[in-house]
Every structure is written in C-alpha cells, then in structure tokens.
C-alpha cells in the first residue's frame, strides 16, 4: 500500500473590486497596449479597505473545506504562504486559524510566488509520511498593499487574492507523486521589499526612501523565471517517473504570458494543456497556481487520474514543482 496526499478540496477568494489596465495609465506613464503585449495582463482584483490577507484566506478556506466536505475541526495543519502577511507578528495563520475556530498547528510560509507549490510538497511529505492526515495549503496574497503606485514596471503587475487546497491521506490512490524545491539566495536582491525586517527596520528614512515597497529587476527575473520553471518541472517529473509528453496539465505561476510560453514550449506542453488565467487576475504571487488550479477545476478541465504539473517561482530566487494524479478517491 502506497500512501499519498490527494486533492479532496479547493477553492478561491478574490476581492470584488476589478482594476482594468487602463487604471494605471492615469497615474504612471503606461498604456493598456504596453501592458497586455508585455504581460498577457487585462485587469486584476485589488481588496478594498476591509479585507487583507487574512481574510482572503478566511474565504478560499471556507470553501476549500466546503468542497471537501470536512470541517475545520478535523484539521491537522494549516500552512500559509505569503509574501503580504498579516501585520510582522504573529504569523497570518494564526488569523486564519481563529477566522476558522480551529486550533490546530498554523505556520507560514515565505518562498515568495513559489510559496504555495513550496507548501504543497512539503504538506504532502508530511501526510504521506504519516505525521498528518489533513493539510490546508493556502496561498493569499494582498500585493496592491506593497507596490510602489508610483514604479509602472511593478505597480501594474501584481493582483490580490487567495486559493488553495485541502490534502487528504489515500491509500493507493491519486495524489502528489513528486516535488522539487529549490533557492538561490546570492539572488535575493533581484526582487525585494529591503526594509521592514531585522536587517533594516522601518523608520522615518525606510519610508522616505520608499524601501517598504517591492523592488525588481524585471528583465533579470524573467531570465531567470524560465530557466528555474523548466528545470524544476523536469527534476520534479523525473522523479515522479513521468515524461513531460504525458502531462495532461500544465499550472504555471501566473507572472507573465511571455515566460509562460516560453517555459510551455521548452517542457514541450501543448498551449491547450496549459492553464493560464494571468489576463484576469494579473501576478498574485503565491495565490497564482492554486487560482489557476481552482478554477480550472470548478470548470472541470481536470478529469480523475490526469497528471498536473505545478510549477512556479518568485523571490529568493526561489522555485518550486510538484507533479500529481488529480482525483479524490
Ligand atoms: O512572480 C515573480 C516575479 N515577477 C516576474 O516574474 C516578472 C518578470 N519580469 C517581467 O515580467 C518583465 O520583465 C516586465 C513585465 C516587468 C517588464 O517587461 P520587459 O519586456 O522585460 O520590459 P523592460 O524591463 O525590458 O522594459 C522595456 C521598456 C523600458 O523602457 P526603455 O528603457 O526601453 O525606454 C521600461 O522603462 O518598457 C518600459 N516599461 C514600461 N512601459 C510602459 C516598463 N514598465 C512599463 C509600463 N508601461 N508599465
């Protein structure tokens, strides 16, 4: 008997508030033009006033466990990656863990836009192992609260949201097959927000300096990007034992449509096996691959027993892949 870690439940929650392109072009020098020929970007979802990360994630739980049809009490680890938490101290999951009433082991986790996939393989080692039977993944981003409205080259980038899964134990049945995480840390300057930690607390002069914002280089990310997507995605499809040309679907991080293409067309995925949702929600960094994979699933692309690979990356560099049989036998 194998045990694995399969997909019972997932789920979304995004802001109501829809922001097209054309928002930006009043305030930075941009156009809708530059930005969908650029980024495959049409508009995105920015939270309003009473929502944050918490509860973004407070919603695609509740319908994650709902899909699942488990309660929350029934939980044995909530793992939340962000890269937009809460407030410093204590972690956001420790918010979501209140939102649900549970009290179950909470943590998040920071691997930035690769944060999710990071989770899910290391929330699926654990429930196969044995250590847990239920783990809550999520992915919730509130991203409009660190870009710089000022810098066109992010501000127009990034969205809000949050999605996820719930991981089951199942005994020979579908579920995650392998994972491949990774970090260049002598990368880590390449996309930042430098202050606000132990390294440089905030002050007067961070604010000034405008260094509690997101700062990229884009064109060295993007270089990077796809050579981390493709790499990881064969090293975590090697181990599986799986060919690239028997992926049904590909879910990439949803950054830009360019470095998805190029990273669809080097693993040799077809564009219709891949799942690209970015024109909606732009990059919502760690909520992008599991509001990919929700809401390919709520559309029912995904059949029992097709092979996804998930694949994305983000600040650290880091990168992270994961390769499943969909189905919650
Ligand atoms: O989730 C992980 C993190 N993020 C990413 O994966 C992002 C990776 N990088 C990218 O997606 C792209 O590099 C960007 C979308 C950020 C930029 O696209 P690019 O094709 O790499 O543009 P570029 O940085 O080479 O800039 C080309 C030009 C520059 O002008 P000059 O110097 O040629 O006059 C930029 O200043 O485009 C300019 N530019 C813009 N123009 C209009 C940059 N942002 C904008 C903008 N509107 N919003």
């Known amino acids: 008997m194998t045990r694995r870690a399969a997909i019972t439940g997932w789920g979304y929650a995004v802001p109501e508030s829809v922001v097209p392109n054309a928002y930006f072009e009043a305030s930075v020098d941009t156009s809708d033009e530059w930005i969908v020929e650029r980024t495959g970007i049409r508009e995105r979802r920015i939270a309003g006033v009473e929502e944050s990360t918490a509860t973004l994630a407070g919603g695609a739980a509740r319908r994650i466990l709902d899909r699942a049809g488990v309660a929350a009490r029934d939980l044995d680890l909530i793992i939340l990656a962000t890269a937009t938490p809460e407030q410093p101290v204590p972690q956001t999951a420790a918010f979501l863990a209140a939102d649900l009433g549970v009290h179950c082991g909470a943590l998040d986790l920071g691997a930035g836009c690769a944060g999710f996939v990071y989770g899910l393989v290391v929330g699926a080692a654990a429930v196969a192992g044995g250590t847990f039977d239920r783990v809550l993944v999520v992915g919730a981003e509130t991203l409009s609260r660190i870009v710089d409205p000022e810098d066109r080259s992010t501000v127009i980038l990034f969205g809000d949201g949050a999605a996820g899964v719930l991981l ?17 840390g002598s990368a880590a300057d390449i996309l930042a927000v430098p202050a606000g930690g132990s390294r440089r607390p905030a002050s007067a002069e961070t604010v000034a300096q405008r260094e509690h914002y997101v700062r990229m280089q884009g064109q060295e990310v993007f270089r990077r990007a796809v050579r981390a997507v493709v790499d990881s995605s064969e090293s975590a499809l090697e181990r599986a034992g799986v060919a690239s040309s028997a992926v049904d679907w590909f879910v990439p991080h949803q950054a830009n449509l360019r470095i998805i293409e190029a990273a669809r067309q080097r693993l040799g995925i077809p564009t219709e096996r891949t799942v690209v949702n970015i024109e909606h929600y732009g990059n919502t960094s760690a909520a992008s691959i599991p509001l990919a994979l929700a809401e390919a699933a709520d559309a029912g692309r995904f059949s029992p027993g097709d092979t996804v690979l998930l694949s994305g990356f983000g600040a650290g560099m880091s990168w992270a892949s994961a390769v499943l049989t969909w189905g919650a036998r």
Do not use: T
């Open 168 to 184: 089951e134990a199942r005994e020979d049945g579908p579920g995650v097959l392998a994972g491949d995480l990774g970090v260049d």
